[in-house]
């Protein structure tokens, strides 16, 4: 794995959070996405070499609501870059990992990303990214 690409925090609501990471980082919020498969806005921030990725629920039901319901806001998932993701998760599999997607999907900030089951890794939820080229 080549660094820190991201860490993912989970939010109530960008209204609040984003102009308090705009202070907190003194730098403005680059991209705002949304990812409709896993019903999630999503909010990046540059620090750096790495970023903040905040996650806001789109409804209900999504997985950030879920999360926010159980555990509080807070963070969420460490994501770390690779290479070859798919190279990646043959390799994890092999060390006997449980991913959580059997293929790459397509994540926000243009990436292909996998999620590692937080039950193998100390109950940290970890996302490995690929940039599309
Ligand atoms: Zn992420």
Redesign the pocket.
């Known amino acids: 794995m080549q660094k820190i690409e991201?860490i993912?925090i989970a939010v109530k609501s960008f209204k609040t959070s984003i102009p308090m990471y705009e202070k907190l980082l003194n730098t403005k919020c680059y991209k705002i996405e949304s990812v409709e498969s896993e019903k999630v806005n999503t909010a990046f921030f540059k620090t750096g070499e790495s970023k903040i990725?905040l996650l806001e629920g789109i409804s209900e039901d999504s997985v950030i609501n879920k999360f926010i319901e159980k555990k509080g806001e807070g963070m969420h998932?460490i994501?770390f870059a690779v290479e070859d993701i798919s190279k990646e998760m043959e390799r994890l599999k092999a060390e006997g990992f449980k991913l959580i997607n059997d293929s790459p999907k397509k994540?926000a900030d243009n990436k292909l990303v996998c999620f590692i089951h937080p039950r193998e890794c100390n109950s940290v939820l970890i996302?490995i990214v690929q940039e599309i080229s």
């Open positions: 991201h993912g990725e998932h994501a994540g996302e």
